[in-house]
RNA sequence: GGCGGCAUAGCCAAGUGGUAAGGCCGAGGUCUGCAAAACCUCCACCCUCAGUUCGAAUCUGAGUGCCGCCUCCA
């Protein structure tokens, strides 16, 4: 199956053609680890995710690398502020985001590479960028990336370099030849972490690492490079540039980036202070809820969030999740029915492979848990494609407890004996002592867990 | 100021030239001791104006409103 992805670079779909036919090279944009996460980093997770599931489910082998931002100053001033080492902090977030990333149903990365432990793939970057004059040396020992020296630097962010020079500081110029040229290696400061490096002690800029660590770990050429929107410029701008000007090879064939998550209508951010930490949220909604409901719109357009929303989406994953567990014994479909599960299968795959339009893919399943209740054919289908987008439809395998299910076997035998007034004060009992919604068919009775 | 994006029902959200997917909520119905689940029916002149076209939510132009990037940000 063809698949076509929006390209930041070239402002277009492209059909998707890996370096190397069949295997895919895919790097995303960790984060800096120095709090929890919030929504917005959890979209970005979930789409990049659910692509790589998608490409894998297509018959790709993906290596998937995510780095983690382990220095920078917000790190060492939060550590600062609460008294511990930096290293013992960025691992205090790093053990959250794992745990976060898991509750969403994100799985691992083949790699995590953290800044930190690439010091010298970057030390080796940063002096070929000297040595070939895109970087120089300041009076402070900083190491300052040259942007006049690359031809084509604005060209993702659309951005031309003299426009930038309107909005920048003049105080702020700090011993750079150009306002847009950025820091590679910084000098020593005191009381901060720091590396020994050919221009002295001190720690790397930010955005040479992303550079060191695709490079170490993909490859010089990666096909797809994922992020959130505002990594557009400059950071992403900045490895380009960095990349390119030492390997003199196509840095990404794909750049991807997500729309952002908007509360009240404005970018959630940690600078405006309105957002949810994704923490927070579960402590409400599940993660596949929350899973779903950041599924539900696509990716580059802005998405809304609520609580309200979320829950919204919960009823409907609810429904998709009820399909799989009532039909998951039910016959193969055949004939007619099976043709028709065949065209919405169809459907589907067209839909995430079409610029991963999860949204579309989804309207599908509806479709297609309908067509499994009303022929009361297998659910396997549907649970499959779910898999696809990484939503668990697994039977809930949580034991419950004896007395629970005792008194499901009461309520059971007094219904028959139409004693519905016992029968209903232990449907009551079960709901509000054991969250248990027990269902009655007219030969059986079956029961979930409300979550 | 420069650049970019968005505007589809009460709410959420696909659709980018052929006559508006899907979900939530709501109304009615089938089923049912009750409840739940499931199913059926109903619920949009696609921000405005002007154009192109046999035909536009989809293309073009103008306008209005909102958002983002240009500084750390997913």
């Given at each position: 199956?063809?698949?076509?992805?929006?390209?930041?670079?070239?402002?277009?779909?492209?059909?998707?053609?890996?370096?190397?036919?069949?295997?895919?090279?895919?790097?995303?944009?960790?984060?800096?680890?120095?709090?929890?996460?919030?929504?917005?980093?959890?979209?970005?997770?979930?789409?990049?995710?659910?692509?790589?599931?998608?490409?894998?489910?297509?018959?790709?082998?993906?290596?998937?690398?995510?780095?983690?931002?382990?220095?920078?100053?917000?790190?060492?001033?939060?550590?600062?502020?609460?008294?511990?080492?930096?290293?013992?902090?960025?691992?205090?977030?790093?053990?959250?985001?794992?745990?976060?990333?898991?509750?969403?149903?994100?799985?691992?990365?083949?790699?995590?590479?953290?800044?930190?432990?690439?010091?010298?793939?970057?030390?080796?970057?940063?002096?070929?960028?000297?040595?070939?004059?895109?970087?120089?040396?300041?009076?402070?020992?900083?190491?300052?990336?040259?942007?006049?020296?690359?031809?084509?630097?604005?060209?993702?962010?659309?951005?031309?370099?003299?426009?930038?020079?309107?909005?920048?500081?003049?105080?702020?110029?700090?011993?750079?030849?150009?306002?847009?040229?950025?820091?590679?290696?910084?000098?020593?400061?005191?009381?901060?972490?720091?590396?020994?490096?050919?221009?002295?002690?001190?720690?790397?800029?930010?955005?040479?690492?992303?550079?060191?660590?695709?490079?170490?770990?993909?490859?010089?050429?990666?096909?797809?490079?994922?992020?959130?929107?505002?990594?557009?410029?400059?950071?992403?701008?900045?490895?380009?540039?960095?990349?390119?000007?030492?390997?003199?090879?196509?840095?990404?064939?794909?750049?991807?980036?997500?729309?952002?998550?908007?509360?009240?209508?404005?970018?959630?951010?940690?600078?405006?202070?309105?957002?949810?930490?994704?923490?927070?949220?579960l402590t409400q909604v599940s993660g596949q809820a929350?899973?779903f409901?950041?599924?539900?719109?696509?990716?580059?357009?802005?998405?809304?969030?609520?609580l309200d929303?979320v829950k919204e989406a919960k009823v409907g994953l609810d429904k998709l999740v009820n399909t799989v567990n009532l039909h998951r014994d039910s016959p193969?479909?055949?004939?007619?029915?099976?043709?028709?599960?065949?065209?919405?299968?169809?459907?589907?795959?067209?839909?995430?492979?079409?610029?991963?339009?999860?949204?579309?893919?989804?309207?599908?399943?509806f479709?297609?848990s309908r067509m499994i209740n009303t022929s009361e054919v297998s659910s396997?289908?549907l649970a499959?494609?779910?898999?696809?987008?990484?939503l668990e439809s697994a039977a809930l395998g949580e034991s419950i407890t004896q007395e629970a299910e005792d008194l499901m076997k009461v309520r059971w035998d007094a219904k028959q004996n139409r004693d519905f007034g016992t029968a209903d004060r232990l449907r009551i009992e079960l709901l509000e002592r054991f969250q248990i919604l027990v269902e009655d068919t007219k030969t059986e009775y079956r029961w979930k867990k409300l979550t």
């Amino acid at each position: 199956m063809e698949l076509v992805i929006y390209d930041t670079l070239t402002r277009q779909k492209r059909r998707f053609d890996p370096l190397v036919p069949g295997q895919v090279s895919f790097y995303t944009c960790g984060v800096t680890v120095y709090d929890y996460c919030h929504i917005g980093h959890a979209r970005v997770y979930v789409t990049t995710d659910t692509m790589r599931r998608v490409l894998l489910a297509a018959g790709y082998s993906v290596r998937y690398v995510q780095n983690f931002t382990d220095i920078d100053d917000k790190i060492i001033n939060r550590a600062a502020e609460a008294g511990i080492e930096y290293h013992t902090l960025t691992q205090r977030f790093i053990d959250a985001y794992m745990e976060d990333m898991g509750q969403l149903g994100i799985s691992p990365a083949d790699c995590y590479p953290r800044a930190t432990e690439y010091l010298p793939q970057m030390i080796e970057m940063i002096g070929s960028l000297v040595a070939s004059g895109h970087a120089y040396v300041s009076d402070t020992g900083d190491v300052w990336y040259s942007v006049d020296t690359f031809e084509g630097y604005g060209r993702l962010s659309r951005k031309k370099r003299d426009e930038l020079i309107a909005g920048v500081r003049v105080d702020a110029m700090d011993g750079k030849r150009h306002p847009s040229d950025f820091v590679l290696w910084k000098s020593a400061k005191p009381g901060e972490p720091t590396w020994e490096s050919p221009w002295g002690p001190g720690r790397p800029g930010w955005h040479i690492e992303c550079s060191a660590m695709a490079r170490q770990e993909l490859g010089e050429s990666i096909d797809i490079h994922a992020g959130g929107e505002d990594l557009i410029f400059p950071h992403h701008e900045n490895e380009i540039c960095q990349s390119e000007a030492v390997t003199h090879k196509p840095f990404v064939r794909y750049w991807v980036h997500n729309g952002f998550v908007t509360i009240d209508n404005e970018k959630m951010s940690k600078s405006l202070g309105n957002f949810f930490t994704i923490r927070d949220v579960l402590t409400q909604v599940s993660g596949q809820a929350l899973r779903f409901f950041l599924l539900r719109s696509h990716y580059r357009t802005p998405l809304h969030y609520s609580l309200d929303g979320v829950k919204e989406a919960k009823v409907g994953l609810d429904k998709l999740v009820n399909t799989v567990n009532l039909h998951r014994d039910s016959p193969e479909a055949f004939g007619a029915v099976l043709s028709s599960i065949e065209v919405l299968k169809n459907r589907f795959w067209q839909a995430v492979s079409d610029d991963f339009n999860f949204s579309e893919a989804i309207g599908v399943l509806f479709d297609l848990s309908r067509m499994i209740n009303t022929s009361e054919v297998s659910s396997g289908v549907l649970a499959e494609l779910m898999g696809i987008l990484g939503l668990e439809s697994a039977a809930l395998g949580e034991s419950i407890t004896q007395e629970a299910e005792d008194l499901m076997k009461v309520r059971w035998d007094a219904k028959q004996n139409r004693d519905f007034g016992t029968a209903d004060r232990l449907r009551i009992e079960l709901l509000e002592r054991f969250q248990i919604l027990v269902e009655d068919t007219k030969t059986e009775y079956r029961w979930k867990k409300l979550t």
